[in-house]
């Protein structure tokens, strides 16, 4: 190569490094070249062709035959497919029509190398089996006549004749006739007519059968069999076979250069053949053939240009091949240029959150640089691996560690100034939704359960499904709303997608949760090992209650005091009084003393069974709490 051409490969790859830091902490004129030198270099990939064959084989319901047909020698057709199998990994009149196309085509042949190839397909060949349910017939027995074709008449009952229905079956009927006397008087008789219908025999044919006391079958039509399942009347079964050569290669790679020999190598290995076969171009060395394989050792020749310079004060070294140049040595560069970002990012809290003021401080500050820029447009738009992002936009020219931190740290600065969904709204607004459906299912499982613990758990499935859909449906609008104020500054190809899917997922294990703890205490509740919530919330009111009578009458003491000028003038009834039960609690009491559930509310039920047990026509609570406390006195 001469030195012109030499000089032709670096002055590109320069120019693309001035192209990348500009702007990113450094301007274009801030690298500077100190040497560049270029090395021959040679690839050797060793191509190991494998030969093997595939079978797909079809069973088809009757079926028309293949080209080549065994009939139903089903041995042969096994040996057919057995010698395909064999033609396709050892006949080299075969191999041959993959090998010269090679050959003649190195380039080809590299890039094949990534995956399996078919080269040639056998022409397909069937045969037939006979169906073993209906024997080849396609035909099987009826299974409602029993292969008979006829069944017994439904409506004659199989005798063929049926009870004549103008004499119901008698035959004939007495009917009156008058008979006049030689006196001129007159009296009624009675005689015995055979029916004009059946003759008097009571009987008829019946009309569905015809007398034979059978009728067709109507799942066979009278034929006695019906079509066969299995093979859907066919009779047979076509197998249909499909084969066909393929290969595939083993590759080995190994360089030979004055430097970067082992950088180089890896790289390449970790680069697919046809890559390797569009940078690199080869030649054919030498083939070697073996016992249902082949090998193809090929040569690559290419340069390599190593660039040596300075930004910033800093000393770097950099290498790449092919033309267009294709860096495989790629110093850290971004590491110093963003040294700034990095030492500012580690100053930040060690849990790794950013604040709103650091997220805006961090997009304002660094956003203009090219690469953070080009990596926050991405993250917003495409999504993905945060550092992946970053290391794109330094084209690789950064270590993993940093470009995670930076790729980290503008994902959480993305979420604070484009959030994708609002947490105030799915998990502030939302909580009414726990709460509302904890205390729901608590009570109806506690009031419903022992007496319909089959339906009752069908009926909170259903209250779940529907929470869930109003839930959506309320929530996720304003979220959207929320969202869309709280990023309305920012750019548009700064905004990320909205991802109310991903709060509703965390929304819905939760509100779960709730249905579940509620279910499970009404269960509780019900089978008496945890007090209902109408108790509970009777206690309350019974507590209220004493409370606000216990500071009447404190009241009402105090006032006496002052009006009498002492305490001792109060008589231990007033001190003292006896407040008289309230409503709830005369309920309560009802129901404790009939047996009935106690939630201190007066139902129906709870109406039933006290008439009952009084045996008395009574509406009212405090009749029946009257009555009630006058029978156990008794």
Not at 185 to 195: G, K, P
Request: proline fraction near 3%.
């Amino acid at each position: 190569m001469s030195d012109f051409d030499r000089l032709d490969l670096s002055e590109p790859f320069l120019r693309h490094l001035k192209n990348l830091v500009d702007g990113n902490g450094a301007n274009s004129g801030d690298l500077k070249e100190i040497s560049s030198e270029c090395y021959d270099f040679r690839v050797y990939l060793d191509a190991s062709w494998e030969f093997y064959g595939e079978c797909k084989e079809r069973e088809i319901t009757g079926g028309e035959k293949a080209e080549i047909h065994f009939g139903d020698d089903l041995q042969e057709f096994q040996n057919h497919a057995q010698d395909c199998l064999r033609d396709a990994r050892h006949s080299e009149s075969l191999h041959e029509i993959l090998l010269s196309k090679f050959r003649s085509d190195p380039q080809s042949g590299v890039a094949a190398a990534d995956n399996a190839v078919k080269y040639y397909d056998f022409k397909p060949f069937s045969a037939y089996q006979k169906c073993g349910v209906c024997l080849g017939g396609g035909k099987v027995p009826c299974g409602r006549c029993s292969g008979r074709g006829k069944v017994r008449c439904t409506s004659c009952g199989g005798r063929g004749r049926k009870s004549c229905p103008n004499c119901d079956g008698s035959g004939g009927q007495n009917r009156p006739y008058t008979q006049y006397r030689s006196d001129g008087s007159a009296s009624t008789a009675y005689r015995y007519e055979a029916c004009s219908v059946c003759g008097g025999s009571g009987t008829q044919v019946c009309s569905a059968c015809y007398g034979s006391g059978h009728r067709s079958c109507s799942a066979c039509f009278g034929d006695g069999y019906i079509k066969c399942d299995r093979c859907g009347g066919q009779g047979y079964f076509m197998y249909i076979r499909n084969l066909s050569a393929h290969a595939r290669a083993k590759v080995g790679i190994q360089v030979r250069s004055a430097v970067y020999a082992q950088e180089l190598q890896e790289f390449l290995c970790n680069q697919s053949c046809e890559f390797l076969s569009q940078k690199i171009p080869f030649r054919l060395k030498e083939e070697q053939a073996g016992d249902g394989e082949h090998d193809f050792i090929y040569v690559g020749s290419h340069t390599i240009t190593r660039l040596r310079f300075e930004l910033l004060g800093k000393r770097y070294e950099a290498a790449g091949f092919g033309d267009p140049l294709l860096a495989f040595i790629r110093p850290a560069i971004f590491d110093d240029l963003f040294a700034d970002e990095l030492a500012m990012l580690n100053d930040m809290d060690s849990d790794g959150k950013i604040s709103g003021a650091e997220a805006f401080k961090f997009f304002n500050r660094y956003a203009a640089q090219p690469a953070l820029d080009a990596s926050l447009k991405k993250l917003a738009k495409q999504g993905g691996e945060p550092k992946d992002a970053v290391a794109d936009a330094c084209d690789g020219y950064i270590s993993q560690q940093a470009a995670k931190q930076l790729g980290d740290a503008l994902k959480r600065c993305l979420n604070k100034i484009s959030p994708v969904y609002s947490p105030v709204v799915w998990f502030g607004l939302g909580s009414l939704f726990w709460l509302f459906a904890l205390i729901f299912t608590a009570g109806f499982f506690g009031e419903n359960f022992t007496e319909r613990y089959l339906l009752t758990p069908l009926c909170g499935a259903a209250f779940l499904a529907i929470c869930l859909v109003a839930s959506w449906c309320v929530l996720t609008p304003l979220s959207a709303l929320v969202t869309m104020f709280r990023r309305r500054k920012v750019p548009a190809e700064y905004r990320t997608g909205m991802q109310n899917q991903k709060a509703f997922a965390k929304f819905r294990k939760i509100l779960i949760a709730c249905c579940l703890l509620g279910a499970f205490y009404g269960i509780a509740a019900s089978l008496g090992y945890a007090p209902s919530l109408y108790e509970l919330d009777a206690r309350f009111d019974l507590a209220r209650n004493l409370g606000l009578k216990r500071g009447e009458q404190t009241d009402t003491n105090s006032s006496d005091v002052d009006r009498n000028g002492s305490a001792a003038e109060i008589s231990p009834q007033s001190a003292a009084p006896q407040p008289g039960p309230s409503q709830k609690e005369k309920i309560l009491y009802i129901q404790k003393s009939i047996g009935a559930k106690q939630d201190g509310i007066f139902g129906a039920r709870t109406l039933k069974k006290a008439r009952e047990v009084l045996d008395q026509n009574l509406s009212d609570v405090d009749e029946i709490y009257e009555a009630i406390k006058a029978k156990q006195a008794q």
